[in-house]
Nanobody, 126 residues
Framework: QVQLVESGGGLVQTGGSLRLSCVASGRTFSRFVMGWFRQAPGKEREFVAAISWSGGTTYSSDSMKGRFTISRDNAKNTVYLQMNSLKPEDTAVYYC???????????????????WGQGTQVTVSS
């Protein structure tokens, strides 16, 4: 088991930045592939980015590449999502996810991840 708690969401203007954090507790954090997903009202959960256990490999959605960056600090049991140049269409609940299967990093499918946080709301005003 691992428990995930996201923070850092909020209201920001178009073009602004936010950094989301996800703190993990329970099993050894450094063994997990970590991912960020988002879900807007009426839409399916969408892959944002994923990072390997070491932090050496990352994958990002093409639509967010160059604006969003995922990173992790295993000493702090924390994964981050730095979001820059935010747009109104980035408005969503952002979720942190974890899985022990290293292959999941290549999958944008939310169903592949076993553990989820409760989400943090990001709202971008125009």
């Amino acid at each position: 088991q691992v428990q995930l708690v996201e923070s850092g969401g909020g209201l920001v203007q178009t073009g602004g930045s936010l950094r989301l954090s996800c703190v993990a507790s329970g099993r050894t954090f450094s063994r997990f592939v970590m991912g960020w997903f988002r879900q807007a009202p009426g839409k399916e959960r969408e892959f944002v980015a994923a990072i390997s256990w070491s932090g050496g490999t990352t994958y990002s959605s093409d639509s967010m590449k160059g604006r969003f960056t995922i990173s992790r600090d295993n000493a702090k049991n924390t994964v981050y999502l730095q979001m820059n140049s935010l747009k109104p269409e980035d408005t969503a609940v952002y979720y942190c996810a974890a899985d022990l299967d290293t292959a999941v990093i290549r999958s944008p499918d939310a169903k592949k991840y076993d553990y989820w946080g409760q989400g943090t709301q990001v709202t971008v005003s125009s």
